[in-house]
């Protein structure tokens, strides 16, 4: 990690939210960053030219709990909403055409929902989260699957979760690679399937010219697909903010 700390003037750094800065549980609504992490935040917005949180996660929930630390990105819905750094708050309009039917899929998941199965509605997006109910992972991915025929949205698998999403171009890797575009170094910080498309834009932005290092927030439930693509594995979310600290302090 060391270019990030020698040649911070011109580096991007994208940080995934739950497993990476808040540690996994089993109620999605009860996450919380670890202790202190929107003040780092804050401190590597001062360092670096680019931090950006991209996440699964609606930016209200990121700025309930990390408030809005200056010079940082808060990316919410895999970049379907943003609150740049400069306060501004965005939405993608292709997305916003698929909200009836995200509602209509939430409302159908909710209804059918067996006993421990979280329904967690984002507005533009839907999550159903298992983690509570193991035996119930087949039912959840066939509903899911159902009504993303139904509706014409998307599924994303997660941790002991699965989200219906609109079919529009936004991930988190067209997020690096508009927000990393010319940057001499940039980093990205994941767990889950859901950073792979950052780790690709990270290689494209390696093929491109730039210094790159791909960082896996690693634990038991760890896909392998996210640990071969790393370049440094680190354990947990303690490690990840201990590795941000050191960064942060140049």
Do not use: N
């Amino acid at each position: 990690m060391a270019p990030l700390r020698d040649r911070a003037a011109d580096a991007a750094l994208f940080l995934d939210y739950d497993g990476t800065l808040a540690p996994i549980v089993a109620d999605p609504a009860g996450a919380r960053p670890l202790p202190g992490v929107p003040e780092l935040l804050a401190r590597l917005g001062e360092r670096l030219a680019v931090v950006a949180v991209v996440s699964g996660r609606p930016v209200a929930h990121l700025e309930g709990t990390l408030g809005r630390p200056p010079g940082v990105h808060l990316v919410g819905l895999y970049g379907m909403e943003e609150i740049g750094d400069d306060g501004t708050l965005r939405r993608d309009a292709a997305a916003e055409e698929w909200r009836d039917a995200v509602g209509d899929a939430a409302a159908s998941l909710l209804r059918d929902a067996q006993p421990g199965v979280e329904v967690e509605p984002k507005g533009l997006a839907v999550a159903v989260h298992w983690r509570r109910a193991p035996s119930a992972a087949a039912t959840v991915r066939a509903a899911v699957a159902a009504a993303a025929v139904r509706t014409g949205l998307v599924a994303q698998p997660g941790r002991m979760s699965i989200e219906l999403r609109p079919p529009v171009h936004a991930d988190k890797g067209t997020v690096v690679l508009r927000l990393g575009a010319g940057r001499e170094v940039v980093g990205f910080f994941g767990d889950d399937m859901g950073d792979l498309p950052a780790f690709d834009a990270i290689s494209a932005l390696a093929r491109a010219g730039a210094t790159t290092v791909i960082v896996a927030v690693a634990d038991a439930e760890s896909p392998p697909e996210v640990i071969a693509r790393a370049d440094v594995v680190v354990q947990g979310p303690e490690e990840a903010v201990a590795l941000l600290r050191a960064i942060a302090a140049g």
